[in-house]
T-cell receptor, first 107, second 114 residues
C-alpha cells in the first residue's frame, strides 16, 4: 500500500548543529504536513505545505514541498535539546504518516 | 491550551478484559474523529475514521468487533478494546477534524495488557 519513507531513520547530533531530513513517496500528493511527537505525547503540527516548490519557515524550522510533489524536506537550524523527538511527515490525501525520523540532540 | 483530551492517559489491564478510551474535543465540535495506533518506535497507523452519528470506517486489517468505536456526540468518541491481549499493547491516539479548524491530535493513551 501507500507508504511515506523518511530518511534518516534516526539522527544523533550535537546542540547547535543543523538538521535535515526528508520524506519521499511513490505517489504525487497535494499537501505535505510535518509533525513533531514528543515522547508519550500525540503529534503536533509544525508546518503545512500546499503547493509544489513551496518553501515555508516556522522559526528555526524550514520545510519545502518538492517540485515533483513526491517528496518534502524539513530542516532545523541551530538545534537545541528540546528539538528531541520524532518527526513525521504526513499527507492529507491518504491520512498516512511517514515512517518517522527520531532526533536526539546532545548538549 | 489543549484542544483534545484523552482519558485515561495510561492504563494497565489483564488479558481478556475490555478497556475503554475516551477522546474529547475541548474547543470545537468535531464532525470527524480518527483513531490511530502506534507501536514502539513505529509510526502512527490509522485504525478507523468515525463520523458523528454514523458507523466508523475501519482500515484494512483492523477488526471492528475488537476495536469498538462510538462517536456519540460532536465532542466525544470512545474506543473500546474488547478482550484485550498483550499484542494489543500500544499507544492509541485520537484526532479530531473540523473543516474550519483543521486537525488536532490528542495526547495519547498508553495501553499495557499483562
Amino acid at each position: 500500500g501507500q507508504q511515506l519513507n523518511q530518511s534518516p531513520q534516526s539522527m544523533f547530533i550535537q546542540e547547535g548543529e543543523d538538521v535535515s531530513m526528508n520524506c519521499t513517496s511513490s505517489s504525487i500528493f497535494n499537501t505535505w504536513l510535518w509533525y513533531k511527537q514528543d515522547p508519550g505525547e500525540g503529534p503536533v503540527l509544525l508546518i503545512a505545505l500546499y503547493k509544489a516548490g513551496e518553501l515555508t519557515s516556522n522559526g528555526r524550522l524550514t520545510a519545502q514541498f518538492g517540485i515533483t510533489r513526491k517528496d518534502s524536506f524539513l530542516n532545523i537550524s541551530a538545534s537545541i535539546p528540546s528539538d528531541v523527538g520524532i518527526y513525521f511527515c504526513r499527507n492529507t490525501d491518504k491520512l498516512i504518516f511517514g515512517t518517522g525520523t527520531r532526533l536526539q540532540v546532545f548538549p | 491550551g489543549a484542544v483534545v483530551s484523552q482519558h485515561p492517559s495510561r492504563v494497565i489491564c489483564k488479558s481478556g478484559t475490555s478497556v475503554k478510551i475516551e477522546c474529547r474535543s475541548l474547543d470545537f465540535q468535531a464532525t470527524t474523529m480518527f483513531w490511530y495506533r502506534q507501536f514502539p518506535k513505529k509510526s502512527l497507523m490509522l485504525m478507523a475514521t468515525s463520523n458523528e452519528g454514523s458507523k466508523a470506517t475501519y482500515e484494512q486489517g483492523v477488526e471492528k468487533d475488537k476495536f469498538l468505536i462510538n462517536h456519540a456526540s460532536l465532542t466525544l468518541s470512545t474506543l473500546t478494546v474488547t478482550s484485550a491481549h498483550p499484542e494489543d499493547s500500544s499507544f492509541y491516539i485520537c484526532s479530531l477534524w473540523d473543516r474550519t479548524k483543521g486537525q488536532y491530535f490528542g495526547p495519547g493513551t498508553r495501553l499495557t495488557v499483562t
